[in-house]
């Protein structure tokens, strides 16, 4: 076990972090959790983990707090030894019309979507560098690549992701560490529980919202296999922009 790879996934107590962890899980990697607040949530995601055979453990902090996330990263590191995967999936949304808009709700969306995979990633490819490989995956959206009436927070901050990621992936390739981000588009999580499903369905080819597991199967590629793979966006939304 302890020559598996690790994998560091934030955001993973629920929804598309979840099946992200237990995917990788599922290729034998280890793998390390952050999540928020909810406690029984992240006990039975590291359940489901344990499960699969590999080292599971589940960290709770702030993403949107620069130390919390040092000193997290430095405990997955004390207790793994090492990191080959991260993978930014926290965020949040805190949608309304511009017009309306107060700071907290823009600056929450930021700090915890934009700013969370700058505070991230900072010690994490300290860690990669001096192993000469690692890679990272940002998880955007389709809203950061077409805008979205009522998320100017959330686009601006999946976006800022996208420029994120490609920007890396040019300074750290001579390392070999790869960085790529997907776009997901309407995945049925609790994110999307509460929209108009059969209207959505409407505008997508596929005709039919996406699964978490889409998502965490594109993870697992680009961690895997992608091995020519960086400075990518690769939408995964049933084919809705295009």
């Not at 823009?106 to 690692?134: C, D, H």
Request: hydrophobic residues 45%; contains cysteine.
């Amino acid at each position: 076990m302890t020559d598996n790879k690790v994998a560091l996934v934030t955001g993973a107590s629920r929804g598309i972090g979840k099946a992200c962890a237990i995917e990788l899980a599922k290729s034998g990697y280890n793998v390390a959790i952050s999540y928020a607040g909810n406690d029984e949530a992240a006990n039975k995601t590291i359940e489901e983990l344990n499960a699969l055979k590999v080292k599971a453990k589940a960290y709770k902090f702030n993403v949107a707090d620069k130390d919390a996330c040092q000193k997290a990263v430095e405990e997955v590191i004390n207790d793994f030894g090492k990191i080959d995967v991260l993978v930014n999936n926290a965020g949040i949304t805190r949608d309304g019309l511009f017009l309306r808009m107060n700071s907290e709700n823009w600056e929450a969306v930021i700090n915890t979507n934009l700013n969370s995979a700058f505070y991230m990633t900072s010690p994490v490819i300290k860690i990669m560098m001096k192993q000469r490989s690692g890679c990272i995956v940002n998880m955007s959206s389709i809203v950061g690549i077409m805008g979205n009436a009522g998320q100017a927070n959330y686009s601006a901050a999946k976006a800022g992701l996208i420029g994120f990621t490609k920007s890396l992936a040019k300074e750290l390739g001579s390392r070999n560490i790869r960085v790529n981000a997907i776009a997901p588009g309407f995945i049925q999580t609790d994110m999307t529980k509460d929209l108009d499903t059969e209207k959505i369905t409407e505008h997508i080819p596929l005709k039919r919202l996406g699964l978490p597991e889409d998502i965490a199967k594109t993870v697992k590629f680009l961690a895997e296999d992608a091995t020519y793979i960086t400075g990518q966006v690769i939408g995964v939304d049933g084919g809705l922009v295009i």
